[in-house]
């Protein structure tokens, strides 16, 4: 934790959610070996870019929603700590008990000490990104205590001791047959006979998870929405877990990242238009449950608030970097990414993937020097643009990247071998003499050429440049060769 | 310093650095829908909609057609929950055994129970949505539209809108309310959606829609 009291922080991470163990080009490239998982990745996202297109297609005013998204998510940046004032306020009047967290640590030891004294030792879990991020599951297993995930995908992904790799569908990764083959191995009173049609794999897990349900005395959650003016805690689900979670036990403790909180009731009507659409690809989602505090008769007695800030600060520090803030955990953009498609989740290392992962991810950790695995993220993308198109909150995230690649470049202490050619492009193109020069050397290029194209050229960095692009060979004349020439004819 | 007034004081260094000014948020998508709310036509789409994402509409044309749907829709019933402020004559025909939330009914009780009927307090054309509120007294608290695996939900022609925007003007947030679009269902195998998970199974709809004159 910094000493530097009140000033922005980056993330901590104590569990390596936000970060992964090796740079974003050596896990593509494993990724990209696994043929299987292609397939599935192209399978799932095929089907839900289509299904996201016809029902944006529907909406006549999508782009208007989509600016008045964007500016909703300003405002909130523009004034997040008088809004955290004013729903810590609202929580607290109407009964429920707000607690801060500076860092992921300080998270996990306020949930994990509220849970000590429920007396409980089990908790039932809806999927959440912010306890995720902080590792509150592996917190919560130190202490003694077993987190049940409960969403379907969540929970195929922890039976099977895996990693998440999407926001919607952490099991993305995963097909039917693979999951037919987790619970047949996991799950121990599922049926024998299971076969890997879907509708019976939602079956077992209703079964598994139903007795637990029915028991839990402590549910955790994470916050789609948190309305500052009313206290109005909001969370969208499909399956009914999350109903499940939030209804039935005696305790609800819920973690919300602080940039989750938006001013006003109304604003819902944007935000529940944009988010199902886009994540789901559906009109709404099933089910969206919304609770303000405690209420006497309905749900938990006992409602805890956590907010947590975790590098939040450090990202909303940066003026056009704290866009990275307003994302609302949709995935459309992963579902449209070309990179996303082909390397799936994983290769990025941190729970927050695909590209507004490459720029989320770096922002929260920031980036500590050159061999930072975090620091590779932002090249994780052609620059194609289809995120910001397909962003129901219009974060611009090609510009965003464009910006950590800047960080990344900043955080190398001494130059590399890229570094040193691109100065050495700089001062070649700096005045006609020299780039006339340049010209006749880059001609020698030709004697590397085959069949019209370089693929490898001699020298330091070379080597890694070549790895991945080859360069058409240069040509016999150049531009000002040929114009000179026209001149004098 | 206290963790509460150590994040304040790093996001108010850290709005001030990035910036603080405050955009006019432009509101010019529809906030009135399609279709006059109560219209036959946001009544059609809405029953589109309900069907389209797998929940069964049946329409009576007034209140005295409520309780011949209601004890069609649960003929194969054995017992039913109803929340403590549901007209008591919708339930009149009903053959199923008829437990009132009233006292509250524990959740082992509720789930033994084959089905649920409550009211709505709005539901949205455009999303095939309808909405319950915890506080009013025909949907009652949550559990018992949760627990049960057969949900029916009456709903008049009148509390019919078409956008969300309308929707949620007509909701106050001072309770817990959910809103429901089909029954229970999943996009987590390969992203298609399957119908039954953990919530109500089957969502039967009745549609209180009185002819024109």
Request: net charge negative; with cysteine.
């Amino acid at each position: 934790m910094t000493t530097d009291l009140g000033m922005p922080t980056v993330a901590s991470d104590p569990h390596g959610h936000l970060r992964g163990t090796e740079p974003f080009p050596v896990a593509a490239h494993r990724a990209l070996a696994d043929t299987q998982l292609r397939q599935n990745l192209g399978h799932a996202t095929r089907t839900i870019r289509a299904k996201r297109a016809a029902v944006v297609g529907e909406v006549d005013d999508w782009e208007e929603l989509r600016r008045a998204g964007e500016c909703v998510k300003a405002d909130v940046m523009a004034r997040l700590p008088e809004l955290l004032e004013q729903l810590e306020a609202s929580v607290t009047a109407r009964g429920g008990v707000v607690h801060w967290a500076r860092d992921a640590e300080e998270a996990n030891r306020i949930v994990v000490g509220l849970v000590r004294e429920t007396g409980s030792d089990e908790v039932v879990k809806v999927k959440s990104m912010a306890t995720q991020e902080t590792g509150l599951n592996e917190a919560l297993g130190a202490a003694g205590i077993a987190a049940l995930e409960t969403d379907l995908a969540e929970l195929i992904v922890q039976l099977s001791d895996d990693k998440p790799s999407h926001f919607l569908v952490p099991a993305i990764h995963r097909n039917r047959s693979e999951i037919r083959d987790i619970f047949l191995r996991e799950m121990p009173d599922v049926d024998p006979d299971l076969t890997d049609e879907p509708r019976r794999l939602a079956m077992a897990a209703r079964a598994h998870l139903r007795r637990k349900f029915l028991s839990a005395r402590v549910g955790i959650s994470g916050v789609n929405f948190a309305v500052a003016d009313t206290g109005t805690i909001s969370v969208v689900e499909s399956e009914g877990n999350g109903r499940m979670c939030l209804t039935l036990p005696d305790t609800l403790i819920t973690v919300m990242g602080v940039e989750k909180v938006v001013p006003t009731w109304s604003d819902l009507e944007v935000f529940l238009q944009l988010l199902p659409r886009s994540s789901t690809g559906e009109r709404m989602n099933p089910y969206t449950s919304s609770w303000s505090g405690v209420t006497p008769g309905d749900g938990p007695q006992t409602f805890h608030l956590v907010l947590l800030d975790n590098g939040r600060s450090n990202v909303l520090a940066s003026p056009d970097g704290r866009q990275a803030l307003h994302c609302i955990r949709c995935s459309a953009c992963l579902n449209v990414c070309p990179v996303y498609e082909r390397t799936g989740g994983h290769a990025y290392g941190s729970i927050y993937p695909g590209p507004i992962g490459a720029v989320l991810s770096p922002q929260l950790t920031g980036i500590d020097g050159p061999d930072d695995v975090n620091a590779s993220l932002p090249y994780a993308s052609s620059l194609c643009g289809a995120c910001f198109d397909a962003c129901p909150v219009r974060i611009d995230i090609p510009h965003l990247l464009v910006q950590q690649r800047a960080a990344a470049v900043e955080a190398h202490g001494r130059p590399t071998a890229q570094d040193l050619a691109m100065r050495a492009a700089a001062a070649a193109m700096a005045s006609p003499g020299r780039f006339s020069l340049t010209e006749r050397v880059v001609k020698l290029g030709r004697l590397l050429s085959r069949s019209g194209r370089i693929r490898s050229v001699p020298g330091p960095g070379a080597a890694a440049w070549f790895g991945a692009r080859d360069m058409p060979e240069p040509p016999a004349e150049t531009f000002r060769e040929w114009w000179g020439r026209r001149e004098r004819s | 310093m206290s963790a509460r007034e150590e994040v304040l004081a790093r996001l108010r260094a850290a709005r001030d650095v990035g910036g603080s000014t405050v955009p006019d948020v432009p509101r010019d998508y529809h906030r009135t829908g399609v279709h006059a709310p109560g219209s036959a036509a946001a009544v059609e789409r809405l029953t589109e909609t309900l069907t389209d994402y797998r929940a069964t509409v049946h329409r009576v044309g007034d209140l005295d057609g409520v309780p011949a749907a209601i004890a069609a829709v649960l003929a194969g019933s054995s017992s039913v929950v109803a929340p403590p402020g549901l007209p008591g004559e919708w339930l009149g025909e009903v053959t199923a055994t008829v437990r009132r939330d009233d006292p509250p009914l524990s959740v082992a009780d509720l789930d033994r129970l084959d089905a649920v009927v409550t009211g709505a307090a709005v539901a949205i054309a455009d999303t095939g949505t309808f909405v319950l509120d915890a506080l009013a007294p025909d949907q009652g608290r949550r559990a018992i539209s949760l627990v049960p695996d057969h949900h029916v939900c009456v709903i008049r022609a009148a509390d019919v809108v078409s956008s969300v925007p309308e929707a949620l003007a007509r909701l106050a947030p001072d309770g817990p309310l959910t809103f429901v679009s089909g029954p229970s269902a999943t996009s987590d195998i390969e992203l298609d959606r399957v119908e039954g998970v953990h919530g109500p199974r089957r969502l039967d709809v009745v549609l209180i829609v009185p002819p024109r004159a």
